[in-house]
């Protein structure tokens, strides 16, 4: 009794602590609040109380997220329930603290609670992500029709992206028409299209995410508003640039009017962190000393899952001239994806000097791929410093056994010298010898030789 006496004054006293009145956001009683779980996609529902220093702070963001959502007519609805005047049903479900935060999907009353800032971006984010995430995909009933293109920008959804996607660069601005960033975003963004309207190597382009979950799904989008660009159906860079100088400088980073060029990628004078390979290319990209290939196709979810990361690894070793973050597109490339019997997607291969030393099926966290190629590169270094000192050692020895060589082959001249010097010194003295012995000889002939008679004279 002297509780209720206490919050009647207080409600007297304190008006503004009363349930806020507020158009934005419904107010849910019992059966309200069992009738629009049952009937709507979607119930974010904030539990409160008048007296709540923290909810009546809070109101003005819930009120602007309420804004956003339910005046736009979206089966998702922004509301709150007022725990004072209806405690039971607060206490069924197990409310404890206020002010608290539960989305209820439809037809289901074990709700998802919200525990993150209580800021407008994160609250938006939160209700695309649990609303997106419980949504079955529609099966495709009609065929591919054309995509639209007004003023250069080109309106794409879950029945023609892929098609238009897979060939050429592609850059598209995923968005949900409630994010008040998206909205400002949008102007920017139709002037890039007209400024692109006729460049013929790029397409600007728009993706409603609320209306084509399908595809925000495969693309894995948890964020809006978000930036991909897309060459030839593949992720190959993100930004979050807002400005149309900054985008501009983007495109100008990013835009190749040209197909991949391995010798041009391999020297790094492309942007790109990602090589696109190709049944044309392929032999002459495995030339490089690490080649680490993810193989794709367009249709697999998982793929699309592991394109943000296997751009930040690309982005790791961008400036590593001997390593080489590539993908190949199964889709495209037939050939190569049969030769190297890939079974399943995504397959990771990494080639060393050619050989496949590593192969993984579906992904793996950033730091692990990242340690795998530095342990194989750090294999490749020692080997090198190995065979330069077995070259040094080599040499040293080369050079030992020629210095040896040359000291013999100058002992053997010297000894064939003297021994040269000692036989033509034994010659001249036979010479001289023989010479003299020659001279005794005539002269002993001229004493023994008589001399004439008279008679003879």
Known sequence: MNMFKFMFTFCLLFPQYVTPDDKNVFEYDPDEFYK???????????????????????????????????????????????????SKLCKENDITGYPTLLYYHKNSFTPVEYKSTRDLPSLTLFVSAVYTKNKKPKPKERPLPNVEIYSGMASLDDYNIEKFVSKG????LFY???????????????????????????????????????????????????????????????????????????????????????EKFVKKKKALPVARISEETFETFLENELVYVNYFAPWCAHCMQLSPLWLKLGERFQNESR?????????????????????????????KNKNIVNVE???????????????????????????????????????????????????????????????????????????????DNENNESTEKPLPNKDEL
């Open 169 to 172: 660069q592609h850059f598209v």
């Open 323 to 351: 390593v080489i973050i590539a993908d190949i597109d199964c889709a495209q490339s037939k050939t190569i994806c049969e030769v190297e019997k890939i079974n399943g997607l995504p397959t990771l291969i990494l080639y």
């Open 36 to 86: 629009q779980i049952v009937n709507k996609d979607g119930n974010f529902i904030m539990f409160y109380t008048p007296w709540c220093r923290h909810c009546k702070e809070f109101h003005p963001i819930w009120s602007e997220l309420g804004n956003l959502i339910n005046s736009r007519k979206y089966d998702i609805a922004i509301a709150q329930v007022d725990c004072m005047k209806h």
């Open 176 to 262: 949900v028409p409630w994010c008040t960033a998206s909205q400002k975003l949008a102007i920017v963004w139709a002037e890039m299209a007209k400024i692109y309207e006729n460049n013929e190597y790029l397409q600007i382009g728009r993706i409603n995410c609320y209306h084509n979950e399908i595809t925000c799904q495969n693309f894995d989008i948890k964020q809006y508003p978000l930036l991909l660009w897309i060459v030839n159906g593949r992720i190959m860079g993100q930004t979050d640039m807002k400005t149309l100088p900054q985008l501009q400088e983007y495109v100008k980073k990013m835009l190749l009017t040209e197909n991949h060029d391995p």
């Open 361 to 439: 099926h579906g992904s793996k966290p950033l730091e692990s791929l990242i340690t795998l190629v530095n342990e194989h590169l750090h294999d490749n270094k020692t080997l090198e410093e190995n065979e330069n000192k077995e070259n040094e050692n080599k040499g040293d020895e080369n050079k030992g056994n020629e210095n040896k060589e040359n000291e013999n082959k100058g002992d053997e001249n010297k000894g064939n010298e003297n021994k040269e010097t000692e036989n033509k010194g034994n010659e001249n003295k036979e010479t001289e010898n023989k010479e003299n012995e020659n001279l």
